[in-house]
């Protein structure tokens, strides 16, 4: 995106619909971020986009609020697109996130209007991270976020950009070790029920034989059902983080529900704090552990339950988190 004014293109979303940025010049004189890179300075942008509306997956359940991790896929979607096409990083590159947060203070913005799609406009600041001859190796993310023009949220993100051969490398590493363990079940064992995760569709359930809830402590099994919605691999061979957030947000539900009795068709995510260790390989089996806080109130009077989640993979951690969940009136 380059000219004397700002600049916007749209992309498809993953959820449906097109994304569409625009990029928001420092001064009429510039011609886009690649001067800004190389001043050393933030470049920022405009995203907007329509919620998922009527997803297979994103709409599944009592739609009583809009999917937190929805506007956390459409930032991660954006990242390598804007690294490898307005701020010359080799096309070769891979970009990977490996930290995600987003925070939501105030639930009733993110409150679902039946028969209704919602706008999300997210304001992206951007910071090259350790550039080299103007080219930067990483990028740092602020955004702030609206629905329909009210103020719902702001998050960070952190994206680096791998040569193909660490890509590479950190690849084989990651399969190596997922094959040391054992296979993933032909079919999941006692699912939950949809309810339990704010789902209505058995086919959207990730999560299966939870063990008894003790001292706040809970985990289960993963496994991404045949023919779920969403694609099970990307292009690369790899579980996509979609998936790894959905798994993340059905485990929180869960476990806050069957801890504190907060009622999972009236509970959102307010806040979600990701950390990516590795890749999630396809086949082989998937266990999340989440251990929940004390139940407290918000500012608001909704009654809400820190969870801490960790997701492993033949006995190695590919991700950590921390999350909020909220229980609407």
């Not at 928001?24 to 995203?47: H, I, K, M, N, Y």
């Not at 009592?62 to 096409?85: K, N, T, Y």
Request: proline content about 9%; hydrophobic content about 40%.
């Amino acid at each position: 995106m380059s000219g004397d004014g700002p600049s916007s293109a749209g992309t498809p979303a993953a959820g449906g619909g097109t994304l569409r940025l625009v990029h928001r010049a420092r001064t009429w004189d510039q011609p886009g971020p690649s001067s800004e890179v190389a001043d050393g300075g933030e470049a920022e942008f405009v995203l907007s986009g329509e919620l998922p509306h009527g997803h297979p997956v994103f709409g599944d359940g009592p739609r009583r609020f809009h999917d937190l991790q929805a506007g956390a896929e459409m930032v991660r979607e954006i990242g390598e697109f804007l690294g490898q096409s307005l701020f010359r990083i080799p096309a070769d590159r891979t970009g990977i996130f490996y930290r995600f947060t987003l925070a939501a203070p105030d639930i009733c913005a993110w409150r679902a209007e039946a028969g209704r799609a919602a706008l999300l406009t997210t304001f992206l600041r951007v910071r090259p991270d350790k550039v080299i001859d103007g080219v930067p190796r990483a990028l740092e993310f602020r955004t702030d976020l609206q629905i329909d023009d009210v103020p719902c949220g702001t998050g960070t993100a952190n994206v680096v950009f791998l040569p193909p051969v660490v890509y590479r490398n950190h690849l084989a590493h990651g399969r190596t070790s997922a094959q040391a363990g054992p296979p993933e079940p032909v079919a999941p064992l006692s699912p939950v029920d949809p309810w339990e995760v704010g789902r209505t569709r058995p086919g959207n359930v990730l999560v299966h034989g939870p063990s008894r809830p003790a001292h706040g402590r809970l985990s289960v099994g993963v496994s991404v059902p045949a023919g779920w919605p969403l694609p099970a691999t990307t292009a690369h061979g790899h579980v996509p983080a979609a998936v790894q957030l959905e798994a993340l947000r059905q485990t929180a539900l869960l476990c806050a529900g069957r801890t504190h009795r907060l009622a999972p068709d009236r509970c959102t995510l307010s806040s979600l704090e990701v950390h990516f260790r590795g890749y999630v390989e396809p086949g082989t089996h998937l266990r999340c552990a989440a251990v929940a806080g004390p139940c407290a109130r918000d500012t608001t009077g909704h009654r809400q339950a820190p969870v801490t989640l960790t997701l492993a993979q033949a006995g190695r951690t590919v991700l950590e988190a921390v999350t909020t969940v909220v229980e609407d009136f």
